[in-house]
């Protein structure tokens, strides 16, 4: 079955960088539109970021375009994202999915930027 495991996240102050992991297994991750997908206490799921099988065509949200960078390698089965210039807002529990709504996620990591 669908295994996606994140890592990577912490505490981090505004303005500083983190770069998140996931790690998946279980299906054809080379064949599959992966995701970053978010969700700041109390709210709910957002989408964050998109990376078509190969890595060609690439969309982000509105509130972390130029700031964060998705990416992903299909020999080792992982999806990246390069978070830069952190914001208090970007807290959240981030979770890589198969699909733009986070049906399909891992369990996520929690990322808190605070100073």
């Known amino acids: 079955q669908v295994q996606l495991v994140e890592s990577g996240g912490g505490l981090v102050q505004p303005g500083g960088s983190l770069r998140l992991s996931c790690a998946a297994s279980?299906?054809?991750?080379?064949?599959?539109?992966m995701h970053w997908v978010r969700q700041a206490p109390g709210k709910g799921l957002e989408w964050v970021s998109s990376i078509s099988e190969r890595g060609v065509k690439i969309n982000y949200a509105d509130s972390v375009k130029g700031r964060f960078t998705i990416s992903r390698d299909n020999a080792k089965s992982t999806l990246s994202l390069q978070m830069n210039s952190l914001k208090a807002e970007d807290t959240a529990v981030y979770y890589c999915a198969t699909d733009r709504h986070g049906t399909s996620r891992g369990k996520g990591t929690l990322v808190t930027v605070s100073s």
């Open positions: 279980g299906f054809m991750f080379s064949r599959t539109v």
